[in-house]
């Protein structure tokens, strides 16, 4: 035990080389989950996890998807009896790397620039996970043991919304998984040096719409005017998802279980060092717009949206193409907040745009995926814990919500019952799901050595 | 002379088989126009045009385009001074082939199955056009002469919206080109054994949107609320070019010009034997849908149209990507009918798009080509020549308008001053445009004997 960890951290700070090296090599396998060509990738990550794991003195397995999804990897170190148990959660899978042509560097091929590394999943969330076990492997290096008991489990969907982990969860029961707190680094901070406690997820819903028109592609001037344009139509049903004004999404009943925003978060968020100006100019956009009545980071983390996300049909060539084409198609998502539910938005999302759909043509809904809202507890032995533990590396933490989703952590919060502690290690400017994702280098250690803060700390707390 | 042209006919019926292997071959030349990675196929093609010309019996060469674009092909025969002379027109380029996957036969590689020839430019206009040139043909080679002069021009920019036939037929101000009448075969009859004179042709207006948002792709969790999703908007802005409800198109000012339906062209249109139940099962919608007011064959031929050629933009993959994308795209194209204007039309679509862009997104329109809607002459004595030159084949083609655009025919009627006799051998089943593109074999021999008719006929035609 230790109160201040200095002997882990010593061997942290020796072994930075060596941490950075093996990160390269994970970040080099393509593990992207949402396309069928990368598969063979994706295996072979979940196996060079368990090898890490292996190496690091945890014992590890896969563990199957009985849903023919892609594996989980288990690991677990079980030595602290009557200590606390700590489980770690995250995932091995990246997001696709197009458009690849945007990229500096290979998006797999890791690159060392000054203080950052670059590469798909740096961030998002090789870079973060594999903090997390680096530390447990320093401490087990250095000492031979760990103080309190910890559990990873490192899935491989996360990315294209498989459940293999959601059943997993579900089923288990909270056997295999049982411990007293969710340790997850899959976000950033609020700014470089001040780390968030993110008490808030979205839930998702992402859906996809297929407009179909004529049984083949039809001249334009041939046949123009004597039937609905499937691409007409759709650009009618998606453009009538949202408000251009207001910026409110059109769908009946879509705000009928929003929490508003209380008061305490309005202040606090208001309290933030948010600079409006600076944050429009990163984005380069003319200007920043969403839903009325709330300010940008109350757009962000408390207000549900409605995103187009691809746009598809036709002629997208070089030049002029007068087909006037047989089908056209977009995948909408939208990101939900508590106490909406994703089986009633995707309903409610389907009924509506059948109900909008022009004449003439024919109109499908599906619904890739998704995952439910979550609010999370912003106090207790556990979270007090895990605050004083970022603090001993950066500075106490702000509360904060997050726009983005990570829907095992529903499931987690309702099936184990613990605190979860979204404690991330990335930066807003990371570029996660776009071109030149990077992670850097500073907070890669940093998190190493917020967890092994964590765990010592965690030894001393009475977590129930 | 002949009153019958039984002896050319005679040599049409016993060449076919050698006429039809020539189709061929100038039809496996990929000579897609609007994509630069098949320039050489272009080129290659004009030249084999020559070679067929010359192998005629005329006199051919190729005339380079003074603006950087495919050559013509110009051919002419002299020899019957006193006599009228013909011009006739066709293109040697044909459309892109995709979505390749939907052909039966590969597209270049002509397919002959019972009575039908399938390959891209079957009917768009390599067919037709060699019609014409083995009508001629086939007389040179039985007489030794034409009753009459003809000159031929083929361009290659005509699927592409090039503008090299334009800017020579204008320099040349009718010294080259000077004749009595222009014969163009690049169209349908109306029905099979129905051949039809069109006599109006839409014009065309093919304008590209590019709506641009952020600097980079977003992930839609992290961001989406904060900022205007360009895909949103794109749609939001194309969804708004025509009433879904009504069919009218919303750009304001757009039907100013716009010269209501003849009542004479409505009866004659509306006693043409045609059958809406068929025509939507042939192309598979669940109903027709268009203007209010209209028919479907006043909306195809009279009234002008707003369609979506191709929408694109973020994430097109497999499964789903939680991408906020940083711009997306639309290539919208009118057809215009007599007396819109084109760059009346054009200003208005920039002008309206503009003023209906969401906040937040940068939107830009371009223009890729166009055409200015024409109407052509119903009588006179080279039209009744021509009718009834068809008739000897067919029988007396009806009068009707079309909802193409053949850009070219509104400057030889301006520039020449002639009668301009729209005469095809297609069928509206021909797929033009789309995949399995075919021509029928029978109007492919009766399209060549019914030129070999018109030069008999015009031979003793006052016509002027």
Redesign the interface.
Known sequence: MSTTSQDVLDRVERERQDYLEELEEYLRIPSIS???AFKDDVLRCAGFVVDLMKDAGLEARLIDSAHGGYPLVYGEWSGAPGKPTILFYGHYDV??A??IE?WEHPPFEPAVVGDRIYARGATDDKGQSFAHLKAVAAMLAERGSLPINVKFIIEGEEE??GETIDHFVSEDAGELLACDAVFISDS?MYAPGQPSLIYGL?G?A?MEIKVT?????????????????P????????????D?KT?RILIPGFYDDVLEIEDWERSEFAAFDFDEEA?RGE?????????EGYT?LE??WV?P?????????????????????AW????V?M?LVPDQDLEKIERLFTEYVQSIA?????VEVTS??GGQPVLLATEGPVVDAAMAAMEDIWQRPVRVR????IPIVSTFSSVLGVPILLLGFGL?DD??????EKLDLGNFYGGIRAVVRLLDRLATTQVS
């Not at 598809?312 to 030049?319: D, L, M, T």
């Not at 570029?431 to 030149?436: A, F, I, R, V, Y």
């Open positions: 949402t396309d069928p997001q696709p197009d458009p945007l294209s919304g950033a979205k998702l992402y028109g004529p049984n083949r592609d039809l001249h334009s001037g041939s046949f123009g005017g004597a039937v609905t344009n691409l007409n139509a759709l650009a009618q049903i998606v453009g009538q998802l949202r251009a910026g944050y984005l380069g956009v003319p200007e920043l717009f969403g839903e940008t757009r962000t207000r949206t409605c995103d187009v996300n691809g746009i598809f049909g036709g002629y997208a060539g070089h030049g002029a193409k007068t087909v006037l084409p056209g198609g977009a995948k998502s990101r022009p004449q003439g043509v024919e890739h995926h997050e726009g983005g989703s807003s570029c996660l799901h776009s071109p030149n």
